[in-house]
């Protein structure tokens, strides 16, 4: 009789025991939350001098799998550092806050000259062109990037 309920007994065991580790595979993506993964690349200002505006220039790039936002910019070269967007209103350019800015999974936001910038209101110094300067991006997920800018000139 034992040996006859012994393989009844010890199938539905391994059955529990696969199941455990099958749930347990099944939690690792789980245990591992979905996350933004934000960089920042082709960053640059436009040169000016001190007490003068300049603008900030670059892509964001969000190659994780949950969305972020970028809060705001914070730089030492300014009395002021905003993230704008300029936009065409009754055939006028316009620009001003942006607000929060998202960056979706998997996708990119461009600041280029005539949409997103980062705008520098009353530099505390020249930047003059090939000058190297830092920004502060803050997201609500990924927190604060360091971004390393280069300044170019007028003509690029
Ligand atoms: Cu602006």
Redesign the pocket.
């Known amino acids: 009789m034992s040996i006859r309920m012994a393989p009844g007994v010890a199938r539905p065991l391994l059955a529990i025991a696969a199941s455990l580790i099958v749930a347990a595979v099944l939690a690792l993506p789980a245990a591992a939350r979905a996350a933004p993964s934000v960089a920042v690349t082709e960053a640059w200002a436009r040169e000016a001098r001190q007490g003068e ?1 300049s ?1 900030a220039y670059m892509t964001l790039t969000n190659s994780g799998d949950a969305d972020d936002v970028l809060l705001e910019a914070r730089s030492d070269v300014a009395a002021a550092t ?1 993230v ?3 936009s065409m209103q009754a055939g006028v350019m316009r ?2 806050p942006a607000g929060p800015i998202t960056v979706p999974a998997g996708g990119t936001v461009s600041f280029r000259p005539g949409g997103y ?3 520098l ?1 009353g530099l505390t110094q020249d930047l003059p062109a090939g000058a190297e300067l830092q920004l502060t991006l803050v997201f609500e997920q990924s927190g604060e990037i360091m971004v390393p800018l280069t300044v170019r000139g007028a003509g690029g």
């Open positions: 505006v603008a905003e704008h967007q300029t620009m001003g910038h980062v705008m209101i």
